[in-house]
């Protein structure tokens, strides 16, 4: 879950206007998408 706070973080820092980095922003904001529907099809597993 870290990991995922983590790339949550990374998301709300606004690329410049550099090509590489909206593409590479974009990138992270389906990363992080498919990560979270990961977690809600899992188990809560924060419980133990």
Do not use: G, W
């Not at 990374?10 to 980095?21: V, Y």
């Amino acid at each position: 879950m870290a990991e995922v706070i983590k790339m949550l973080s990374l998301l709300k820092q606004e690329p410049d206007e550099n090509k590489e980095d909206i593409i590479f922003y974009e990138a992270q904001k389906v990363r992080i998408r498919s990560q979270l529907l990961t977690f809600e099809e899992t188990p809560d597993n924060s419980a133990s």
